[in-house]
């Protein structure tokens, strides 16, 4: 049984290792894609061999904690940026970090109420920007 459990053990810690690192390319990928740049620009822009980026994006290698900091300082992202699994923007706008604060001061209820009247705007289809002269 002993044997067994720790079989089965291995066997799950080396199917989380797979999942963290697709999700490391993944999201490498992603950021990537984003800033539209390719990975060959990268890796020469982080001073690295221009086959670098291509390498870890085919789990052929992964950088070290220093060059993780620069590919996130690169991509515009913080380490826990580059992590989140949360499907927030990477990049938030000024006018979106001021809202946030607002929000943030109002009671669960208010909360509740932002939240549906943003709900019913999307829902209508009117979550575009009105026209300047309706401002």
């Known amino acids: 049984m002993d044997r067994n459990s ?3 053990k291995a066997i799950s810690t080396e199917k989380n290792r797979q999942t963290e690192e697709d999700f490391f390319v993944g999201r490498l990928v992603e950021l990537r894609a984003d800033r539209e740049v390719s990975a060959r ?4 822009d982080l001073q690295q061999n221009s086959s670098y980026i291509n390498r870890i ?3 052929k290698a992964f950088p070290s904690m220093q060059l993780f ?6 991509l ?3 380490p826990g940026q580059f992590f989140d699994r949360g499907g927030v923007p990477v990049e938030i706008s000024e ?3 001021e809202l946030f604060v607002l929000i943030q001061g109002l009671t669960p209820g208010q909360r509740e109420i932002i939240r549906s009247v943003a709900e019913e705007f999307l829902a209508a289809g009117s979550a575009k920007e009105p026209p300047e002269a309706a401002r």
């Open 57 to 59: 994006e085919n789990k």
């Open 6 to 8: 720790d079989m089965n």
């Open 69 to 74: 900091f620069d590919i996130c300082e690169y």
């Open 76 to 78: 515009h992202v913080t």
């Open 41 to 44: 620009k990268m890796s020469l």
């Open 95 to 97: 006018e979106l970090k």
